[in-house]
């Protein structure tokens, strides 16, 4: 399976009204959810399937992510804020049948999840927001690419 993660894009600043799940993307956030959608679409990377965080930031990139191509977000609540590595990988085998899946998340959580399918050391991995990863899950995962959203045209 190719797995793409794709950190949320920019949002509201910590510490408004309703607290962290309920921050909405800024003006920013949708032109970097859009470019990494047109990104997807251009380079024949699709996925087959899109998950997403029930969090209002993750949701709504998800939702440009399908406006550019994608397909519909299901939400999963396993990917909320403090995903585990070794549950993201138990959660993931209800969609083995895909050969593309695309996850939209958070951090710290992307980064732990990276450096555990490659044995990376811990906190050796940074995630910006909107980044695009790409890794082929397997007996032995591997990393295809990694790129920092304002890098995708």
């Known amino acids: 399976m190719n797995l793409l993660l794709i950190r949320h894009a ?13 921050r909405h993307l800024v003006e920013k956030g949708y032109e970097q959810a859009r470019r990494v959608g047109r990104f ?16 209002i ?13 994608c397909p ?3 939400t ?3 990917l909320a804020c403090g995903m585990r590595p070794e549950q993201a ?6 969609y083995q049948q895909f050969s593309r899946v ?21 906190f050796s991995i940074r995630v910006k927001k909107t980044s695009l990863i790409s ?14 959203c304002k890098f995708l045209h």
Do not use: C, Q, Y
């Not at 990139?61 to 191509?69: K, N, P, R, W």
């Not at 990988?89 to 209800?94: F, G, I, P, T």
């Open 135 to 148: 890794l082929e899950l397997g007996r032995h995962p591997l990393l295809n690419f990694s790129i920092p």
């Open 57 to 69: 930031r993750a949701k709504e990139t998800a939702d440009l992510l399908a406006e550019e191509g």
């Open 102 to 122: 695309a996850l939209v998340g958070h951090e710290p959580d992307f980064s732990a999840l990276v450096e555990h399918l490659i044995g990376a050391s811990p």
């Open 76 to 78: 999963e609540p396993w």
């Open 40 to 55: 997807l679409d251009k380079h024949d990377l699709v996925p087959d399937v899109l998950l997403t965080s029930p969090v």
């Open 89 to 94: 990988l138990a959660e993931l085998k209800a």
């Open 10 to 22: 920019t949002a509201e600043a910590h510490g408004l009204p309703g607290g962290d799940f309920v």
């Open 72 to 74: 519909t977000p299901i």
